[in-house]
């Protein structure tokens, strides 16, 4: 069982609101931050005086004898300014570490940056337990693991497309498939894989099949939220298209691609039903 720090539920609340909804995932599956983003989070009315914190911050992690551009990587971004016009400013993308050390040298005057202190030295200590433990879960350990993940990550994106206009949520999850599993629908699935009438498909994937399809519902929960996509059409499409853009993504990097991962001796369903029996012979 993976274990991590416990937090008071109004503490972990607080900050969850006011980090966790500009978090975002990127093509690897990693986390990161936008300093623009995390400056207005922070309450910075000014870049200016915003982009000397992070100077700080990154005299900060290259005397920790980090690579600053492993955390604090520039990048340009379109803006408009009016009558069909932008400009291109710069933002960065920043690690967890990154966002540390920002909210480390930040106005301790702002509530707000204590907060983000708390917040980011929390999250940076459960990461650290988490990667350490996970490797030491056997690959069913693993599949429980993720199979949760998946499980919280689906609820999380219904209330999403719901919000968006989706009706037919059937539709919906299957437009995301189709996109990743190079046109197979659900149902399309289950049958590739032997599985009986309704059985979960999730509760038979491995787990970096989970991942793959972990990646796919926290984006394309993150991209209806971001465009605000409001018509049950566009919502079926950026379903679609995530899935299509993270397949193309791992055939990229060589990967295999989920059909092609082979499907676990047994489903969940049945190791859940094995630990239950197992518990209570030794009870």
Not at 53 to 79: L, P, R, W, Y
Not at 89 to 115: G, T, W
Request: with cysteine.
């Amino acid at each position: 069982m993976i274990k991590t720090n416990e937090i008071a539920p109004s503490e972990e609340k607080t900050n969850y609101n006011t980090f966790e909804k500009i978090k975002h995932i990127d093509e690897n599956g990693c986390e990161y931050w936008l300093a623009r983003e995390l400056q207005a989070a922070l309450d910075y009315k000014k870049w200016q005086k915003f982009i000397n914190v992070i100077e700080n911050a990154k005299a900060a992690c290259e005397q920790s004898k980090f690579i600053v551009n492993d955390h604090f990587t520039q990048m340009g971004k379109m803006v408009d300014i009016g009558s069909k016009t932008s400009r291109s400013i710069v933002d960065y993308k920043l690690s967890r570490y990154a966002c540390y050390l920002i909210v480390q040298n930040a106005d301790p005057k702002k509530e707000v940056v204590a907060l983000g202190q708390t917040y980011f030295a929390i999250q940076t200590r459960k990461q650290e337990l988490m990667e350490a433990e996970y490797e030491t879960l056997t690959e069913d350990e693993k599949r429980l693991y993720q199979r949760n993940l998946t499980r919280k990550g689906n609820y999380r994106l219904n209330k999403t497309a719901k919000e968006a206009g989706v009706k037919n949520f059937d539709k919906f999850h299957n437009a995301g498939y189709k996109g990743l599993y190079n046109g197979e629908t659900a149902d399309d699935i289950a049958k590739r894989k032997g599985l009986r009438y309704r059985e979960d498909i999730l509760d038979n994937m491995g787990s970096d099949e989970l991942i793959a399809n972990l990646f796919r519902i926290s984006q394309t929960e993150q991209k209806l939220k971001k465009e605000r996509i409001k018509t049950e059409t566009d919502a079926n499409e950026t379903h679609f298209k995530m899935g299509k853009d993270i397949r193309r993504f791992i055939i990229d990097q060589g990967g295999m691609t989920p059909e092609k991962m082979p499907k676990p001796e047994r489903s969940l369903k049945e190791l859940e039903k094995q630990n239950k029996l197992t518990c209570n012979d030794k009870k």
